[in-house]
């Protein structure tokens, strides 16, 4: 449905099983990137953040833009409109110490962190993520994620912050 490729994040929203789960991944995969070419938050944060910004808006936008037709087509909040995910891992990926990328085992322990605690916060949906759901077309497809990328956020915080330099010592 080249209509709606925005939505599906290119197609990851017809992949199977968890399609959620598949949407989630690219801005993680970028993150990994950028850090292994040397433009990671601690050495680049200025580049990092605008990557993960553009993906954040741009796929902020397909859900508003195109959440209308998705839900016509497949009902509310359909699995295949998986842009919400990818907007909302950007949240959890932000703003992280440089310690969250000071070695290889720091780096993946940190991204790994980022990508299952925003997986978690996005199918428990904790308040007020579920209700959010309500808002109508793209709004509701939308939202919840991106609270949901905000409570993974303060989690991958603690653990950079707080955790990582137990484990890396």
Known sequence: M????????????????ASGTWGSLPPVVVALALWLAGFGPDRAPVLYHA?????????SAACILQGREAEKR?????????????????????ALPAAAFASPTAALLTLGVAFVTFRVMDIIKPWPAYRLQ???HGWGILVDDLFAGMYALAVVQAFAR??????AA
């Not at 509310?76 to 932000?94: F, H, I, R, W, Y």
Request: charge should be positive.
């Open 2 to 17: 080249p209509r709606l490729l925005w939505i599906t994040t290119f197609g990851l929203g017809y992949m199977r099983p």
């Open 51 to 59: 990557a993960l910004g553009v993906i954040f808006i741009v796929f």
């Open 74 to 94: 497949w009902g509310k909040d359909p699995s295949n409109a998986v842009a919400d995910e990818t907007a909302g891992q950007c949240l959890a990926l932000v």
């Open 134 to 136: 309500r808002l109508p």
């Open 162 to 167: 707080l955790a990582l330099p137990h484990l």
